[in-house]
């Protein structure tokens, strides 16, 4: 009996051996995320957004109080920017690796905004 060759196409040859050469073991790196969050956080929200989520009161279950209890909270300086950005985190809003300590400057535009709101309402 003669077997005969077939051709395959040469992307289902290059498939197959990459199958058997990829090494065992080996894990992909998978950004880190919050485990409780449901929806993926962004990594960049206007801070003027942001400042309104809060002001709305979105960041509720986060300890962030909304409308004439934040702007109270935050003019005696019981609740902070930072913390609104780490309530953002907190609530999946933003990545986990948003870290708050080394973006002041979006902090402080957050905090720009709160104030603004403040000064409206007045």
Not at 18 to 23: D, E, G, K, T, V
Not at 82 to 96: D, G, M, S, T
Not at 103 to 121: A, F, G, P, S, W
Request: glycine share 4%.
């Amino acid at each position: 009996m003669k077997l005969k060759w077939q051709s395959y196409p040469a992307s289902l040859l290059i498939a197959a051996t990459s199958m058997i050469l990829l090494p065992i073991g080996v894990k992909a790196e998978v950004p880190q995320t919050n485990s409780n969050c449901s929806l993926e956080a962004q990594s960049d929200i206007a801070p003027q957004t942001l400042a309104t989520m809060a002001y709305r009161g979105d960041f509720k279950k986060e300890g962030i109080p909304g409308y004439y209890v934040l702007e109270t909270e935050f003019s005696a300086g019981k609740i902070t920017a930072k913390e609104i950005v780490q309530a953002a985190v907190n609530a999946c809003v933003l990545r986990p690796q948003y870290d708050v300590a080394r973006h002041n400057d979006y902090v402080n535009q957050v905090k720009n905004e709160i104030e603004l709101m403040i000064q409206e309402e007045d």
